[in-house]
């Protein structure tokens, strides 16, 4: 078993240009620096977080179940003790319900068309004539 690397803030603060990126997210150091280039919002948005603890900004965007898998893989230690803070995930937002949302919306768009469609029937019906 590896021993997990610790660093501190301040070790972490030396990390902040592109050729070398350090941030901490959830109290986990990840060196993003081979991500740099890779990153879909560019990597200024990353070098703007470098040296940092990063965990509110990187939640305040949202990042997908994906982008947070991706991340396991630039982890390379933990921040120590005594410098953690407990900074609550955010909660994903539950996408396998957005099916059932489009039919209730498509539900809501049908029944005024309908009510429509025959009023303009009986009209033509009755005062046509």
Partial sequence: MSETKLFSLKDIATKNSNKGAYLVIHNDVYDVTNFLNEHPGGEEVLLE???????????????????????????IGELV?????????????????????????????????????????????????
């Fill in 49 to 75: 977080q470098a040296g940092k603890e990063a965990t509110e900004a990187f939640e305040d965007v949202g990042h997908s179940t994906d982008a947070r898998e991706l991340m396991k893989k630039y982890k």
């Fill in 81 to 129: 003790e005594s410098e953690r803070k407990n900074i609550p995930v955010k909660p994903q937002p539950d996408w396998s319900n957005s099916d059932k949302k489009d039919e209730n919306s498509m539900k809501n768009w049908v029944v005024p068309i309908l009510l429509g469609l025959l009023a303009t029937i009986i009209y033509h019906f009755y005062f046509k004539q």
